[in-house]
Structures are given as C-alpha cells and as structure tokens.
C-alpha cells in the first residue's frame, strides 16, 4: 500500500493528497462507502452504503455543505476515508443525537407540564363554577339522570337552552345531555363532564 502511494500517484485524481506522508499511510485504515457505512451501523447508527451514498453524492455537489465529509483520498473514482475521519464524523453523529434525545425529553417534560397545568386549571373552573351557580345548600345538586336524550332531539322542543348550565359549554348536536335535580331550583341540563363530575362527587345517579 504504501509502495503505491509512494510511485503510483497518478492515480490519484485530488492533488492535496500528494500531501499525505508515509507514516500516516502505515498508522491509518481505509473505508471505502461499504465499510464506512457498516462501521456507522456498529456504532448504533442507522447507515447503509445506499444511504452513504446519497450523503456523499449530495455534499460532492455543495448542497449539504460539510454535513458529511468528503474523501480523503481518490483512487480511480473511488472514495477513501482515513479511519480518523470516519471516527470523527461517527462521534460527532453520536454527539448530535444525544443532543436530540435530550431535548426530546426536555420537550416532553415540558409538554407534561403544561398538560397538567391545564388539567388543574380546568377542574379549577370547574369547581368555581359550580360555586357561583350553587352557593348554598338550599340549591344543591340531589342527583343526576344520566344520558337524558341527545341534544339534537331536545333542541328540537326547546330552544332557550343551548349550553351546559353547570360549565356553560356550548351543546354539539351529537352530545348526551343530563338532567341535574337541584334542591329547591329548575332542573338542569348539564353536559356529560359535568354529570360525570358531579356524581363522581357523591352524588347519587337516578332512573328517574
């Protein structure tokens, strides 16, 4: 190998590798497109030499512009990596996604977080509301006849109610509503997270 670069360099098509010396020659490996990309692989990084290949083809062209690295040396056509290089670039991948997992995780912690605060914000709401509505025990909730029609077919005869009168939800065609017996009030027509809340608050489900 080195008896070639030593005489055969006209082989050689880029002249800044008339540059490298013998001793780097006898320390360094060669990767050619199949063994860079299996070396790659080894290291838990998905590459094929397919996949490599459109890498190279792509930087060749200056569109990636030094996302991956160009050969270090030419021999008929075909590239060649010093093994530096290879282990370079493999490091510097592996260091970018450990960059990614960790702002995946720092993304979903936060989404997390956010989450929760809605929850909490919501129930929030929730309870608020039903204080305002029903301040005192002479207006409380006795209990809940679930799955009283859809609101379809109750829009149908009644036209002043079109919200839920616990939360104020606006009622969709599709949604069930319920009927909440109020201690010394009206019934009322409350949505199914609110029947769902309510009887989860101890109070008592009726057939009627």
Request: aromatic share 12%; hydrophobic share 30%; charged share 30%.
């Amino acid at each position: 190998m080195v008896d070639f670069f030593q005489k055969d360099t006209f082989l050689i098509k880029n002249k800044r590798n008339l540059l490298v010396n013998i001793g780097q020659l006898e320390n360094e490996q060669f990767y050619n497109q199949t063994t860079f990309a299996k070396y790659l692989s080894e290291h838990g990084l998905n590459y094929s030499p397919t996949k490599l290949g459109t890498y190279y083809r792509r930087e060749k062209n200056g569109v990636t512009n030094g996302k991956f690295p160009l050969e270090d040396i030419l021999i008929n056509g075909t590239p060649y990596w010093y093994e530096s290089t290879v282990d370079l670039f493999t490091r510097e991948l592996l260091a970018l996604e450990k960059e990614k997992t960790k702002k995946k995780k720092t993304n979903k912690k936060k989404r997390n977080k956010y989450m929760a605060t809605q929850v909490f914000l919501k129930e929030k709401f929730f309870v608020s509301n039903i204080s305002n509505k029903y301040p005192s025990e002479k207006s409380k909730i006795e209990k809940v006849k679930r799955f009283f029609m859809d609101f379809k077919t109750f829009s149908k005869g009644r036209k002043d109610i079109t919200n839920c009168e616990l939360c104020n939800r606006e009622f969709q065609e599709n949604d069930q509503t319920n009927l909440a017996f109020v201690k010394e009030d009206s019934n009322k027509l409350i949505c199914e997270e609110c029947a769902a809340r309510v009887i989860s608050e101890g109070v008592a489900e009726t057939n009627w």
